[in-house]
């Protein structure tokens, strides 16, 4: 069984620094892309940050130049270094990974971290 497990986030002021990281365990054959995303109150869940195996990466407009996505493909891990951050940055994050399993490739999910930004 798959499972993903996030650690980070928590409460920081505006313009401050928060990292989140999330590591995948289980019986996998290949983890294909990982990335984060972010859900605030009474909006839709949104992309953050995705990144392929191979490097390439996928960021939401509000967070250019503000937030970087990284991987350790050796530790199953993908991370999200988040800075100056907003309080529109406030949400739930979710990790998200597409992964290659005894099963058929599908989508999983970790438990969301909540990020909270103070203005």
């Known amino acids: 069984q798959v499972q993903l497990v996030e650690s980070g986030g928590g409460l920081v002021q505006a313009g401050g620094s928060l990292g989140l990281s999330c590591a995948a365990s289980g019986t996998m054959f290949k983890i294909y892309a990982m990335g984060w995303y972010r859900q605030a109150p009474g909006k839709q869940r949104e992309l953050v940050a995705a990144m392929t195996s191979s490097g390439d990466t996928n960021y939401a407009d509000s967070v250019k130049g503000r937030f970087t996505i990284s991987r350790d493909n050796a530790k199953n891990t993908v991370y999200l270094q988040m800075n100056s951050l907003k309080p529109e940055d406030t949400a739930v994050y979710y990790c998200?990974?597409?992964?290659?399993?005894?099963?058929?490739?599908?989508?999983?999910w970790g438990q969301g971290t909540q990020v909270t930004v103070s203005s």
């Open positions: 998200n990974a597409h992964i290659w399993t005894t099963q058929p490739i599908r989508d999983y």
